[in-house]
């Protein structure tokens, strides 16, 4: 994780996805809830690209549900990119959300 944020590149999209990653860093692979990985405790606190800090999934779902528009918006755009096979392209018809 620390050679992610040391290289710009990586920063770039790494900047955006690791908070909502340690943020959910309790669960386990199958969604099982932990308080340590290994030996070691989690620590689920972070800090959204805002600024906004969180220390729980309890406050990272808050934080998510203040802008509902933009996380079910990218939610949905993902989700067609992954269908489709493609990213999304101007003349596509709008997720409608």
């Known amino acids: 994780m620390e050679n992610h944020r040391a290289n710009a590149l990586c920063t770039s999209c ?4 690791d908070p909502l990653g ?6 386990d692979a199958i969604g099982r809830w932990r308080t340590m990985d290994g030996k070691y405790p989690i620590d689920a606190a972070s800090m959204m690209p805002g600024g906004e800090r969180f220390s729980t999934p309890t406050e990272l779902k808050a934080l998510l549900r203040l802008k509902k528009d933009v996380f079910v918006r990218g939610l949905v755009e993902k989700h067609l990119t992954y269908a489709l096979g493609r990213g999304l392209e101007p003349q596509d018809p709008s997720p409608g959300v």
Do not use: D, R, V
């Open 14 to 17: 790494h900047s955006k996805l």
């Open 22 to 27: 340690f943020g959910l860093e309790n669960y």
